[in-house]
């Protein structure tokens, strides 16, 4: 036999729940994928924003500029390669802002106004994979680009909770809200600088990657998980002590959103976020049940991004959320997607059924009926009584028997599969539009 070929590590397969798969892999199911995937464009479609869809492909000085040099993401994440046909630097994407924002730039679609946008698919970082943390994992990304007021900015915490409370997550229960300001650059370089004096002075204390970060990015030692530098940290001056008045007004008109609708959140000041672009309000959705892969979600303000990237200078404001990660927390809490069980399954008694079966499922689909069929296997047809079996499996609640005896007269045998065994009944071939309403999910 030829040698079996894998998938490249930490990019992973999503099954059907009705599929065996590897024991050892602790991974959503695609059925859940899919009660995401509805639920969120419902909710998307009901705040206004609307799908762009971007390459997966982008040159890699896209994510340089845009994410910063000095950030986890570009130092060692990135799948950058040369295009085999011309040498161009390529990326997989990373994230789906540096994109979608690109996309704008590009095609000036900012022109006419601001734009509420959503991207959902794969990205790509090159990390050490493990339970919620992959190599290829799934974005939903949510974009407000164009709009400077703080109104926005709690729309999109708010359109996170629908989504989150839609798919049954409780706040407070199984995800919480942490907010933040980051200010704004001259607020954020007076806080630097403190922090760098203050860190100097503790030189001792810092590990060597911290030492190296005093120089490149000193902010991302405040994300260090050393415990030997926890105290220190915490002690490190606060950015809230050098926001301004503009800035503070920003972030209590976002709260008095949140304050007005009931939406309890945290302040945590030590929320800085990975990426170098955010200003002003950031936010993220916290569980406790993942272990350290914790964000499920995570966003805020970039306003001087599009500039950056060489565009006419506007705010913008949008968050991602980590696909695998939000579903295996659904799974963690014992939440399930709704059934997704077909409404009937065809029986086929006899190779002369075959057709006039195919004939009775288009009819019913037709009529917003899902039919399973049951086709024949390289030992062609199976009996009836396996057939039955196979029906019992799929979940459906109706059999449908395609059968000589009903056939002949112009029927087909309808019998439930849910609760007590029930005599089968017959329906006409006729007139399917009559009693389809009868197999239909309610
Ligand atoms: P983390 O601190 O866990 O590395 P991050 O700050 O790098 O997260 P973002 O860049 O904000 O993450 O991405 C948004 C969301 O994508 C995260 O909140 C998380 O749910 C998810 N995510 C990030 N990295 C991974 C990964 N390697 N595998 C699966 N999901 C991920
Ligand atoms: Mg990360």
């Avoid at 924002?101 to 000036?108: D, G, L, P, T, Y």
């Avoid at 008109?253 to 309890?264: F, P, T």
């Avoid at 059934?339 to 009819?363: F, H, K, L, N, T």
């Avoid at 057939?387 to 109706?398: E, I, L, M, P, V």
Wanted: net charge negative; charged share 20%; hydrophobic share 45%.
């Amino acid at each position: 036999m030829a040698e079996i070929l894998r998938a490249v590590k930490g990019m992973n397969d999503i099954f059907p729940a009705s599929v065996p798969r590897k024991a050892t892999d602790v991974l959503p199911t695609s059925n859940m994928w899919q009660w995401f995937e509805e639920t969120s464009r419902s909710v998307l479609q009901r705040y206004g924003y609307q799908s762009l869809i971007t390459p997966i492909v982008e040159p890699t000085a896209l994510f340089v500029r845009g994410i910063g040099e000095v950030t986890d993401i570009v130092e060692k994440e990135m799948y950058s390669f040369a295009d085999s046909m011309n040498g161009d630097k390529l990326t997989l994407r990373p994230e789906h802002t540096a994109g979608i924002v690109r996309a704008m730039i590009e095609h000036n679609a900012l022109y006419n106004g601001p734009l509420r946008l959503w991207s959902m698919g794969p990205v790509f970082r090159h990390e050490k994979p493990q339970k919620g943390r992959y190599r290829q994992f799934n974005q939903l990304d949510v974009e407000a680009l164009g709009f400077a007021g703080p109104d926005v900015d709690a729309e999109q915490i708010l359109l996170t909770r629908t989504l989150l409370r839609e798919l049954g997550l409780k706040e407070g229960t199984h995800v919480r809200l942490e907010i933040n300001s980051l200010g704004q650059p001259g607020e954020r370089a007076a806080h630097r600088a403190a922090l760098v004096g203050y860190f100097e002075t503790h030189a001792a204390l810092l590990d060597e990657d911290s030492k190296r970060r005093l120089l490149t990015n000193p902010l991302r030692i405040l994300d260090s998980k050393n415990p030997a530098m926890q105290a220190m940290i915490d002690a490190a001056p606060k950015l809230m002590d050098f926001l301004g008045a503009e800035t503070m007004a920003h972030f209590d008109a976002v709260r008095a959103v949140l304050d007005a609708v009931g939406l309890d959140y945290r302040i945590n000041t030590r929320l800085v976020r990975g990426l170098d672009y955010y200003n002003l309000t950031v936010f993220e959705w916290i569980t406790d049940q993942l272990g350290s892969q914790g964000t499920v979600c995570g966003g805020g303000r970039y306003d001087g991004l599009i500039q950056q990237l060489g565009g006419k200078p506007a705010p913008a404001v949008g968050w991602g959320l980590g696909i695998e990660r939000l579903l295996l927390l659904l799974e963690a809490v014992g939440i399930a997607p709704p059934d997704q069980a077909p409404d009937a399954y065809a029986v086929i008694g006899s190779d002369a059924a075959r057709v006039p079966a195919m004939v009775v499922a288009e009819a019913l689909r037709a009529q917003g009926v899902s039919v399973l069929l049951h086709a024949q296997g390289p030992e062609g047809l199976a009996s009836v009584k396996s057939q039955f079996k196979k029906a019992n499996a799929s979940g459906a609640r109706f059999a449908l028997v395609f059968a000589g005896a009903e056939l002949a007269r112009g029927a087909v045998g309808l019998k439930s599969l849910r609760g007590a065994e029930a005599e089968q009944v017959e329906r006409p071939l006729a007139d399917v539009a009559a009693w389809a309403a009868e197999l239909r999910n309610a």
